[in-house]
């Protein structure tokens, strides 16, 4: 059973807009949640992240928004820029099981100039 | 500091072979991850490890994948034998308190 999902499998955006990533998650003892972003041929890197105790957490053009009567989280990027273009990963985390990371199946976005 | 190393970066080999993927971490991180990724499932954890003991190997497909971590400083991810559905990239990642790293991966291919 995927505890984590990203229903989108791509995104295509212009460039200068808004990108939104949207997570879904099943289990609501998650505390912590995180984006990750893949180029290809690499491993992912550490975009973003947000405690269950916040709702919004930003970094420059990157916010991630967590909505937990929803069980869901959103990134948005805004502007886009072509260099966004990846897959990102939605992940999401127990605070008692050592940092164990469950991944949703990636988003890849397309920014378009 | 060279991140996580990965070893090999692509793996040929015929079914029903042994297969071993290696991965250094960064020293000083406490905590080690495999994970598989699929075009299905997206980035699947297989097991992890903290301070070099096998803490949760549930997501280990079956008795066929098996991990080691003898010191710090290396693992490794062996499947024996291997099948065609076993393709895919594998990923090695360390870290501590979520900020993992992970390494640029193994791609398997199984024929």
């Known amino acids: 059973d995927q505890q984590v999902k990203q229903n989108s499998p791509s995104l295509s955006v212009q460039e200068g807009r808004i990108s939104i990533l949207n997570c879904d998650y099943t289990?609501?003892?998650?505390?912590?949640f995180l984006w990750y972003k893949k180029y290809p041929a690499e491993g992912p890197t550490f975009l973003i992240s947000?405690?269950?105790?916040?709702d919004k957490n930003e970094d420059g053009r990157f916010t991630v928004f967590l909505n937990k009567s929803a069980k869901h989280l959103s990134l948005h990027i805004v502007p886009s820029q072509p260099g966004d273009s990846a897959v990102y990963f939605c992940?999401?985390?127990?605070?008692?099981?050592?940092?164990?990371?469950?991944f949703g199946q990636g988003t890849e976005l397309s920014v378009k100039p | 500091d060279a991140g996580v190393i990965q070893s090999p970066r692509h793996e040929v080999t015929e079914m029903g072979q042994e297969v071993t993927l290696r991965c250094k971490p960064i020293?000083?991180?406490?905590?080690l991850f495999w994970y598989r990724q699929t075009m299905m499932r997206g980035l699947e954890l297989l097991i992890y490890f903290n301070n070099n003991v096998p803490i949760d190997d549930s997501g280990m497909p079956e008795d066929r994948f098996s991990a080691k971590m003898p010191n710090a400083s290396f693992s490794t991810l062996k499947i024996q034998p291997s099948e065609p559905r076993d393709s895919a990239v594998y990923f090695c990642?360390?870290?501590?308190?979520?900020?993992?790293?992970f390494g640029s991966g193994t791609r398997l291919t199984v024929v």
């Open positions: 947000i405690s269950s105790i916040k």
């Open positions: 990642a360390s870290g501590e308190n979520y900020g993992y790293t």
């Open positions: 020293s000083g991180h406490n905590s």
């Open positions: 289990n609501s003892m998650f505390d912590y």
């Open positions: 992940a999401a985390s127990f605070y008692n099981q050592g940092g164990k990371l469950i």
